[in-house]
């Protein structure tokens, strides 16, 4: 083999890169394979960190792992910082939640005596109250709820900044597409490269989003159950910032969000759809985002528009993110984050690395899809 590596990461995402951060912070010789780094569903990420204005009915497992990361994420962002040299645009002012009509308000009502049985830190807020902390939103907003905990980041710089700490490190980044794995005695041992290398490694992480279901060679009882999930964003240009804080909200039973950024963009997203690896921006899917994006801040109407994207989150049957080794000796996971690649990455690459509580780890197992081989 070309090459000899203690862990290879397959796939150049935020997850992806984090992992391979970790573990070149502990001294292991690594490798990313990607044929086009930081391009996918990161590039189009809101960047949104906010397990407690994003938490649904059912998915209390998610919250745990989404809190658990969260906690980190100060820690994360200072020695990433200090590592790259690069500003992440790390903020921790909270997120508004707010609803738009009475049924919007009776809906956020019941979510807010969910997140009380939970003991989540959320305040209750008056329409008033709403605009007294974020001025541009409507008139018409009936109420909501600020989750102070809750934080963003904007995933573009940190991908650009985990890919000089990578550079830093010694780090092999090799732009190219795994065609296959190499195995020995039923244990991968590398992978095969489109060109035409085969590069060895003690240990094979896959994080390849939503293609993380179609690597060559993984034995089908093994190919983590992923489906791409689409999402269209689009960012606003304003010459000074249009909110201080993260607004997301329901109006007329669909969630929009808004996100600032210190120089003045405002992200809106995004959509959810079912689509296959369609990634078309369509003119339908932006309507809807600025649709409802105006109802709660009608001054977006007027912002210069920077980009439009569409992005392919990587879904679960359980929509919990796939984490930790398979079945396969030398073979581990970490996909499927959906919506939450950004928040989890953090938690992600300590779960790979072996550094954090084995309780989260269960969770996101990849073995409760597996038959034992």
Not at 42 to 54: C, F, N, Q, Y
Not at 133 to 138: F, I, Y
Not at 197 to 204: F, L, M, P
Not at 324 to 343: K, N
Request: proline letters at 8%; aromatic letters at 4%.
């Amino acid at each position: 083999m070309a090459h000899r590596f203690d862990i290879l990461v397959i796939g150049g995402g935020v997850v992806g890169l984090s992992v391979a951060w970790r573990a070149a912070r502990q001294g292991l010789k690594t490798a990313v394979v990607d044929p086009a780094p930081a391009s996918g569903a990161s590039h189009a990420a809101a960047g949104m960190l906010a397990p407690v204005s994003e938490v649904t009915y059912t998915e209390e497992p998610l919250l745990r792992l989404g809190l658990a990361s969260l906690a980190r994420w100060p820690a994360f962002a200072a020695e990433l910082t200090a590592d790259s040299g690069h500003d992440l645009g790390y903020r921790a002012d909270g997120t508004i939640d707010v609803a738009f009509d009475s049924d919007d308000l009776e809906a956020l009502d019941a979510l807010a005596a969910f997140m009380d049985k939970l003991g989540l830190p959320v305040e209750r807020l008056t329409g008033r109250e709403c605009r007294r902390l974020e001025p541009m939103l409507a008139p018409s907003v009936r109420g909501g709820l600020l989750a102070g905990g809750d934080a963003w980041v904007d995933p573009r710089r940190v991908t650009k900044a985990l890919l000089a700490a990578l550079e830093r490190s010694g780090c092999a980044l090799m732009r190219t597409r795994v065609t296959g794995l190499e195995t020995a005695s039923e244990t991968v041992t590398g992978v095969r490269l489109a060109t035409g290398e085969t590069v060895g490694a003690a240990r094979v992480v896959l994080a390849a989003g939503a293609w993380s279901g179609a690597l060559e060679g993984l034995p089908p009882a093994v190919l983590p159950p992923v489906r791409p999930i689409k999402g269209q964003i689009m960012r606003l240009r304003s010459p000074s910032p249009v909110l201080q804080r993260c607004v997301r909200g329901v109006v007329h039973g669909t969630p929009v969000y808004l996100v600032p950024r210190l120089d003045g963009e405002l992200v809106v997203g995004a959509t959810q759809e079912e689509m296959g690896f369609d990634t078309r921006v369509t003119a339908g899917g932006l309507w809807e985002l600025l649709r409802d994006a105006r109802e709660l801040v009608p001054g977006v109407t007027e912002l210069e528009v920077a980009d439009v994207v569409a992005g392919l989150r990587p879904g679960t049957p359980d929509n919990l993110p796939l984490i930790g080794p398979t079945s396969l000796p030398g073979m581990s996971v970490a996909t499927g984050h959906h919506r939450g690649g950004v928040l989890l990455a953090p938690l992600t690459a300590d779960l790979c690395a072996g550094e954090a509580d084995p309780e989260l780890l269960k969770i996101c197992s990849p073995l409760r899809f597996q038959e034992p081989r």
